[in-house]
């Protein structure tokens, strides 16, 4: 299972940001969030830039990855942009909402559906992100975790 992520993760990095791909407009969702259960919907983030992240609880790079997440998102959330982290977690929302309580996190956790990974381009390993235009079309894909300053960066191009 692991060597299957590490390929699919491998494949993402040589498939990502290819230049002359056209781009694409983020794929529609309305999925629960994992504390609370109330159903946030794509529309919200219109006119704003979003890094949208697939993660897993049980997946070390995600966690790892929640310290920048919370701070670009207080870094740049009045300037319009939002991230919206998507878990694929199977067992429930519980762990996800513990996670959400234990690690502070600012941003909008909701628990995505097997329709929204297929939608972003079948998701397969955690984490992947997708950076999103005011526009609504996704410009970056990240197969992986990505450091902050290449985040800041193409952030602050979106923006």
Not at 74 to 97: H, I, M, N, R, T
């Amino acid at each position: 299972m692991k060597r299957m992520i590490l390929l699919a993760t491998a494949l993402g990095v040589l498939l990502a940001g290819h230049p002359g791909q056209a781009a694409v407009a983020m794929p529609p969702f309305s999925l629960p969030t994992a504390a609370g259960g109330q159903v946030v919907a794509s529309e919200t983030y219109r006119g704003q830039a979003v890094l949208i992240t697939f993660f897993a609880t049980w997946c070390p790079s995600c966690l790892q990855e929640i310290p920048t997440l919370k701070q670009l998102q207080a870094q740049y959330g009045k300037q319009g942009f939002a991230v919206v982290a998507l878990s694929v977690d199977e067992g429930g929302a519980a762990a996800v909402a513990r996670l959400v309580e234990q690690a502070g996190i600012t941003y909008p956790v909701l628990m995505a559906d097997r329709g929204t990974t297929r939608d972003f381009g079948n998701v397969v390993a955690v984490p992947t992100s997708f950076l999103i235009n005011r526009s609504g079309h996704v410009v970056k894909k990240y197969p992986g975790p990505m450091p902050r300053t290449l985040l800041e960066r193409d952030i602050a191009a979106v923006l």
